[in-house]
């Protein structure tokens, strides 16, 4: 028996390393890694690394025409509309977005999490009720939801983060469900009851834990999915207000000098592309490496 004991907790050690070498072999998954970690240094490091104050306008940051300039020695990345320095609002625009993104995406991850693995534990008739206000949450347009609860709700940086919340959940919640469902009929859960196990300590010590690596999964997805959400609502002037820069709020300002000083579009886009790509890359990598069988696929 004791050396039962002994082999499974080698076997549980040996675990995070086996999938921690897997992530490692994919190269791909490593480059996403190296961009989310350059993001993030960027975001908490922003009040040193940014040359200026993001909302200050220079008089000499625009032509005698009043056109911004293009990038240069002083302004690298060039000069807004208003002259302020653009890669100076870049960088605390960084800032804006993973904090929206890790906030609005972990409370949707929580969300989604204890309703769907509740109605798919306990079943009857609250899994066919929970289902069907999903079904009718993932009808109804994410994208107009948003927008309806931004123009309820006086938009600001945590109002945005928890209205992307409470759209998001849902399709969290259906992905828990459904694997709460297989794992509620395992033999393992069915001798748990027979012993006279309580529905908490089920749900916590033998059921969440085997939901850790779809949760891993599905929250780094869920953050690039929600930094183009946040975007999206900056862009269309329900999102983060200004003065304070956001990525999307920067193309909305810019959309009319697109022609004439491309430079305001094109670096927050590709900001947003690379973000969401390298959380996409990382997600991708994570969930081969926690689940071997889908390597390949």
């Known amino acids: 028996m ?115 693995g509740l109605a798919g534990y306990f079943q009857g008739w609250i899994g066919p009720v929970f289902m069907r206000c999903t079904d009718m949450m993932m009808a109804f347009p994410a994208l107009l939801l948003a927008i309806a609860l931004s123009a309820i709700l006086r938009p600001s940086l945590w109002i945005v983060a928890l209205v992307i919340a409470l759209v998001n959940w849902v399709w969290i919640a259906r992905v828990v469900y459904a694997q709460m469902l297989a794992l509620s009929a395992r033999e393992f859960v069915e001798a748990a009851r027979a012993l006279g196990v309580g529905p908490g300590r089920i749900l916590s010590r033998h059921l969440f834990p085997h939901l850790l690596p779809t949760l891993l999964v599905w929250g780094t997805l869920g953050i690039s999915t929600t930094v183009l959400f946040e975007a999206a609502l900056s862009f269309l002037g329900v999102g983060v207000r200004p003065p304070t820069p956001s990525w999307g709020g920067i193309i909305n300002e810019s959309q009319s000098y697109f022609l004439s000083a491309p430079w305001l579009v094109a670096f927050p886009g590709a900001a947003i592309l690379l973000t969401s790509l390298a959380f996409n890359l990382v997600g991708d990598g994570m969930r081969d490496a926690l689940d071997p069988q889908m390597r390949g696929r």
């Open 2 to 116: 004791k050396r039962m004991k002994s082999n499974f907790a080698v076997t549980r050690l040996r675990r995070p390393p086996q999938a921690w070498d897997r992530l490692k072999q994919n190269k791909v998954a490593l480059a996403g890694v190296g961009v989310v970690v350059v993001v993030a240094l960027v975001a908490i490091l922003a009040p040193w690394l940014a040359p200026y104050d993001p909302a200050e306008q220079f008089a000499e940051g625009l032509s005698p025409a009043g056109e911004p300039f293009p990038p240069a020695a002083r302004f690298w990345l060039g000069t807004d509309l208003l002259g302020r320095d653009l890669l100076s609002r870049l960088i605390y625009g960084a800032r804006v977005s993973l904090l929206i993104g890790v906030v609005a995406n972990g409370v949707a991850l929580a969300i989604g999490t204890v309703l769907g």
